[in-house]
């Protein structure tokens, strides 16, 4: 695993992922809101804001759909959960360094709603220890992306790509209430175009 047992506690007691936990309905107030300031961040999930960014994009869009049901919630089949221990390991950095910028955008995207579906999944159903890998996969592969737009365009640069998919994330309600006022319904929303699966860097084994 790429993962320690003391991860496990960082996502459950630490500020920094103290935003996404609140999007999860399943928890208790009390565990949504746990935020102790000395639970150090594992390096495989820097940077620290990051995280702190997603999960406010998460919890934020989280809150829209709750107040919209009718609302198409995902864009993504492909961003379905999976539960396993080999969908949370890291992806091979090697093919990631390969990936086109528009593929590398759409890993992100997928991997930002996949949170979104993981939080809104009930931890007791699936199991406390596999939901809470899970999320931290996927936290991980989302670090993971970010780092690679760092390296390809710099920290200043990446920061603003990261940023601008979260708004973009979060805006999705706005096109959502279009559509469902035009159309006096809520279809689900076109999926993105599939890119071919051969291109996207594997969970490492």
Request: hydrophobic share 40%.
């Amino acid at each position: 695993m790429w993962f320690e047992p003391d991860d496990f506690h960082f996502f459950w007691l630490s500020r920094w992922m103290q935003p996404l936990r609140s999007a999860c309905p399943w928890l208790s107030p009390p565990v949504r809101q746990k935020a102790q300031k000395k639970k150090k961040i594992p390096k495989w999930l820097r940077p620290f804001y990051v995280q702190h960014w997603i999960g406010h994009a998460v919890a934020e869009r989280q809150a829209w759909l709750a107040a919209h049901p009718n609302a198409a919630p995902y864009r993504f089949a492909d961003s379905m959960p999976c539960w396993s221990k080999t969908a949370a390991m890291p992806y091979e950095e090697r093919r990631m360094h390969k990936l086109k910028d528009s593929d590398l955008f759409w890993l992100f995207d997928v991997d930002l709603e996949r949170a979104l579906r993981i939080m809104q999944a009930d931890p007791a159903e699936i199991g406390e220890d596999r939901w809470t890998q899970a999320a931290l996969g996927t936290c991980g592969h989302l670090a993971q992306a970010y780092r690679e737009f760092q390296r390809r365009c710099g920290t200043r640069r990446a920061r603003s790509l990261i940023r601008e998919e979260l708004w973009l994330f979060k805006l999705l309600s706005t096109k959502e209430i279009e559509e469902e006022e035009e159309r006096n319904g809520a279809p689900p929303l076109t999926p993105a175009l599939p890119v071919q699966a051969d291109s996207l860097p594997a969970p490492v084994s």
